[in-house]
C-alpha cells in the first residue's frame, strides 16, 4: 500500500507502508482506548497506540496453531528498521515451527546457571575453604583449628588477598608453592610447611566430599576436582627435636625432683608418665585419673577421626605427683591447673617452669657427652625416647609408650590389647636409671600371645 501523503486521515483496518512521518502524525481516534497501526512489509507487526498517545511495537502470529504476541519495545526508542528486523526473526522461527518463547527460555535457564556459577566461585574462594575447614576441625574437637583461622588470617587473607579470593576449584600448585616460598624466603620454613599439610587436608576434603557421607555435603559446593596442594612438594624441615642425652635427662630429673608445690608435682608427673604431650597432659582431665592410670585424649588426629584414648599407667612416684596436683585442684575439671581445676594449666606456663627448672642444672659435658645448647620442654620426650632405647626398651613398646600405640592392619583392626603391663615395665625401668639405682630391663620386645 502507498505512503498515506499529510492531511489524509489514516485507515487504521488497512495495512501501510511505516514511516517516520506516519508514526508521528498517527494518533488514537476519539473514542477509542488504543488502535493498531499494521505494516504492509512484515507481517505481524503493528503499532499499538492508546489515547493516551503511547505507542508500542507489537509481533503477533501463530506457532503451530497457537497465537504467539510478543511485545517490541517503544517507538520511537526502537526504529522502524528495528522493529521490522525483529519481527522477520520471530516469523522465520513462527515459520519453522520454533516457538520462541522456547528457546528464550533455554537461554534464560543458561544464563542464571552462569549467574549462579559465577556466584558460587565468588563465595566458594581458597579462604573460605580454609575458614570451613577450620570449623571442622573445631566440630571434630580438634585443638588445631585456632592455629588455622590464625594461620588463613596472618598469611593468606592479609599476605595474599588476591590468591584467597581466587576460586578453590581454581587454584593451582604452582600458586600454592608461591604462598609457600614467600615464607620460606623470610625464614618461615616450619609455618610453610604447616599451612601447606593444613591446605592439602582442606583440599581433600573438598575433593572427597560427594564420595565421603562423613563429611559435611557443604564441602561439595568448592567444585574441586583435584588437590593442588598435594602436587606441592614438601619443605624438608632441619629436625630441632635435638633430645637430652640420657645423663642430662637424669640431672634434670634430680633438680625437679626437690622442686616443691605445684611447679614441681607437673614437672615431675611429666617425665615419670614418660615425656607425654605436653598440651594434651595439660589437659588432663580429673574424671580420667584412676589410681594407677591417667587416660590422655588426643585431639591432633585426621578429621574424620574421632579423638583417641591414650591409657599411662602411674608407677608409684608418678600416683604421689598427681595426689598433690588432685588436692590443689579442689572439685575442678583439670588437675593441671592454676585456678582450682576451672581451666587447664597453659603449655607456655608448662615449658616456662621447664626451663626455669632446667637453668638450675650444671650440666655435664664431656668427650662423649655433647653440650645440652638451648634448653625446651620438647626435648624431654625425645630425651625419654633416647633414654630408653640406651636401656633396650623396644621400639615397640616406647611406640606404645609414647606415640599411642603402632601403625598398620594389624594394630588398627586387630589389635585391641592396653599394653599396660609393658608401659609399666618401661616407666619403672626409665625410673631406676633416673634415680642411679640398678636399671633391669624385663621385656627389651612385646611378649608373644599364646595361641
Not at 493498531?36 to 497506540?49: F, Q, S, T, V, W
Not at 633414654?387 to 589389635?415: E, F, N
Request: glycine share 8%; aromatic share 6%.
Amino acid at each position: 500500500m502507498a505512503r498515506v501523503g499529510r492531511g489524509i486521515s489514516i485507515d487504521f483496518t488497512s495495512a501501510h507502508e511505516l514511516a517516520h512521518g506516519l508514526l508521528e502524525r498517527a494518533s488514537c481516534p476519539t473514542g477509542k482506548e488504543f488502535v493498531l497501526l499494521r505494516d504492509c512489509k512484515k507481517k505481524g507487526l503493528r503499532l499499538r497506540i492508546t489515547k493516551v498517545g503511547g505507542k508500542h511495537w507489537q509481533f503477533e502470529t501463530r506457532i503451530k496453531g497457537k497465537l504467539f504476541t510478543r511485545s517490541l519495545g517503544e517507538w520511537p526508542a526502537v526504529s522502524i528498521a528495528q522493529a521490522q528486523a525483529e519481527a522477520h526473526r520471530l516469523r522465520g522461527d513462527a515459520e519453522r515451527g520454533i516457538d520462541p518463547r522456547v528457546a528464550e527460555r533455554v537461554v534464560a535457564a543458561a544464563a542464571h546457571l552462569a549467574e549462579a556459577e559465577k556466584q558460587r566461585i565468588a563465595k566458594f574462594t581458597f579462604a573460605a575453604l580454609m575458614t570451613d575447614y577450620a570449623e571442622q576441625l573445631e566440630k571434630l574437637g580438634r585443638t588445631s583449628h585456632a592455629k588455622v583461622r590464625g594461620m588463613i588470617r596472618l598469611h593468606l587473607i592479609e599476605g595474599a588477598p588476591p590468591l584467597a579470593n581466587t576460586p578453590a576449584a581454581k587454584v593451582t600448585g604452582e600458586q600454592v608453592t608461591d604462598l609457600m616460598r614467600q615464607l620460606n624466603d623470610v625464614g618461615k620454613k616450619r609455618t610453610a610447611g604447616k599451612l601447606r599439610s593444613y591446605a592439602r587436608a582442606a583440599f581433600e576434603m573438598a575433593r572427597t566430599a560427594g564420595m565421603d557421607a562423613e563429611l559435611p555435603v557443604h564441602f561439595k559446593n568448592y567444585g574441586v576436582k583435584h588437590n593442588p596442594a598435594a602436587e606441592v612438594k614438601a619443605i624438608k624441615l632441619d629436625t630441632d627435636k635435638n633430645p637430652l642425652m640420657p645423663v642430662h635427662l637424669r640431672q634434670y630429673w634430680h633438680v625437679i625432683k626437690s622442686i616443691p608445690g605445684q611447679e614441681g608435682a607437673v614437672l615431675r608427673l611429666h617425665l615419670l608418665t614418660g615425656g607425654q604431650r605436653i598440651q594434651q597432659l595439660c589437659n588432663l582431665s580429673v574424671r580420667n585419673v584412676r589410681s594407677e592410670v591417667i587416660t590422655l585424649v588426643d585431639r591432633k588426629g585426621r578429621p574424620g577421626n574421632p579423638p583417641r584414648a591414650h591409657q599411662v599407667p602411674l608407677i608409684e612416684a608418678a600416683q604421689d605427683a598427681i595426689s598433690e596436683l588432685l588436692a590443689l585442684s579442689g572439685r575442678g575439671q583439670y588437675v593441671l591447673s592454676l585456678d582450682a581445676g576451672a581451666s587447664p594449666l597453659a603449655a607456655a606456663s608448662f615449658s616456662r617452669w621447664a626451663k626455669r627448672a632446667a637453668a638450675n642444672v650444671a650440666w655435664e659435658t664431656g668427650m662423649d657427652v655433647p653440650d645440652v645448647g638451648d634448653f625446651q620442654a620438647k626435648r624431654i620426650r625425645s630425651g625419654v625416647e633416647t633414654t630408653l632405647a640406651s636401656l633396650r626398651v623396644s621400639q615397640d613398646i616406647r611406640g606404645q609408650l609414647l606415640s599411642h600405640g603402632v601403625t598398620g592392619v594389624q594394630a588398627a583392626s586387630y589389635d585391641a590389647h592396653n599394653y599396660l603391663d609393658v608401659k609399666r615395665e618401661a616407666l619403672q625401668t626409665l625410673f631406676r636409671f633416673l634415680e642411679n639405682t640398678n636399671v633391669g630391663v624385663v621385656h627389651t620386645a612385646f611378649p608373644r600371645a599364646k595361641v
